[in-house]
């Protein structure tokens, strides 16, 4: 499995646990943890630690990008796997460097680690809420990132 691959199935099922046990452990001992036992010779730990702490950092826009390209599957009705798979997703395609992780890349790993260890369902319904932030994001004229922008200026209006 590559690297990368590998980081985000180990934040995925960090992520996981953390919102299992409704938020309350500490998800950075969570990661730890996970990255000794199901990756300890990983190449790139920084990009595992960097992804967790943006999925966090953008949680809340993430989860309300999320209520919107899926208005009829409520965040808590939404499987754990699916749900974090989502935020990973979204993270990467609306944060995250776009010359470090493209956004089909984006799209496509968070597809695949929702295959990976989802339900038979999972990889279509990733598939169908990311490429519908997308296709928004391309209609607008925006990049990924800058849309984040905009995201965020129209939080601060509410």
């Known amino acids: 499995m590559a690297t990368r691959q590998l ?9 996981y ?10 998800l950075t001992k969570i990661l730890e943890r996970n990255l000794l036992e199901f990756a300890p010779d990983i190449d790139e730990p920084d990009f595992a630690w960097r992804l967790m702490k943006g999925v966090i950092d953008h949680l809340e826009a993430i989860d309300k990008i999320i209520e919107k390209a899926a208005p009829e599957w409520p965040i808590a009705q939404i499987a ?3 749900r974090n798979a989502l935020r990973i997703g979204l993270y990467e395609l609306m944060y995250a460097d776009p010359e470090e992780v493209p956004p089909k890349v984006a799209i496509n790993e968070a597809i695949e680690v929702a295959k990976s260890y989802g339900g038979p369902n999972s990889g279509k ?5 990311l490429g519908t932030v997308y ?8 990049r990924p ?3 984040a922008k905009v995201e965020k200026k129209e939080d601060k209006k509410e």
């Not at 980081?7 to 992520?15: F, W």
């Not at 646990?17 to 452990?25: G, H, M, Q, R, S």
């Open 135 to 142: 296709k928004q994001l391309q209609e607008q004229g925006l």
């Open 17 to 26: 646990e953390w919102d299992f046990y409704a938020k309350k452990e500490d």
């Open 80 to 82: 754990i796997i699916d």
């Open 145 to 147: 990132a800058e849309a």
């Open 7 to 15: 980081a985000r199935s180990v934040v995925l099922q960090s992520l």
């Open 125 to 129: 319904f990733i598939n169908g809420v």
